[in-house]
């Protein structure tokens, strides 16, 4: 097994970056900072409501340690019933607090140190970067914690991920597998069958 460690990072990155799924009715904008394996981004998702789920639009503030660990995701959501917002950070000894308006909840989330957002191509690059996923490389049994939208759903989930060359990354959990085209930083190009950069 190769793993490469975070601090191997040394690709900076300032930029705006579009994504578009592959169905034409979502878009993901991040403004993007990245200094080693610190990131820091905001972001917007803009969803059309389609058979399987309701219209919304969700801005995010992101960031992350100098190691590339998650240390908080802020997100504000709007619907057409109403405006909802969620807190989720980390702390220095690994636990992780969840913030709604209504509840707190903490969480260990069997160790995980990234967050992944469901179905964003940006979020999907988040562990590749962090844990130096490159040509070659294989992580398994990474513990990554999943946010669900608009439904706002949270858990940890398993993942593996394994660099299949020219920048191919594949990634698998409990449902399956997806591969993703990634550049030199970590930015994912192209989400096979989701999403590409515009």
Request: with cysteine.
């Amino acid at each position: 097994m190769n793993t490469f460690d975070a601090s191997s990072v040394d690709t900076d990155v300032k930029a705006m970056l579009t994504w578009r799924n592959a169905d034409g009715d979502r878009l993901e904008q991040v403004r993007l900072n990245t200094s080693g394996a610190r990131v820091r981004a905001y972001g917007r998702i803009v969803a059309a409501a389609t058979a399987d789920c309701e219209a919304y639009s969700a801005s995010y503030e992101f960031v992350t340690t100098d190691r590339g660990v998650t240390r908080r995701l802020s997100v504000r959501l709007l619907r057409a019933g109403g405006e909802s917002s969620l807190d989720i950070s980390r702390d220095m000894d690994g636990r992780w607090m969840v913030q709604t308006p209504t509840s707190t909840v903490r969480s260990d989330f069997d160790g995980a140190e990234v967050i992944d957002l469901a179905l964003s191509p940006f979020f999907k690059g988040v562990p590749i970067r962090r844990f130096g996923i490159v040509d070659g490389a294989v992580r398994d049994d990474v513990t990554v914690v999943t946010l669900r939208l608009p439904d706002c759903e949270i858990d940890s989930v398993p993942m593996s991920y394994a660099g299949l060359g020219e920048g191919r990354v594949r990634i698998t959990d409990p449902t399956g597998s997806v591969e993703l085209t990634v550049d030199d930083a970590g930015v994912v190009r192209d989400y096979d069958g989701i999403a590409a950069l515009l």
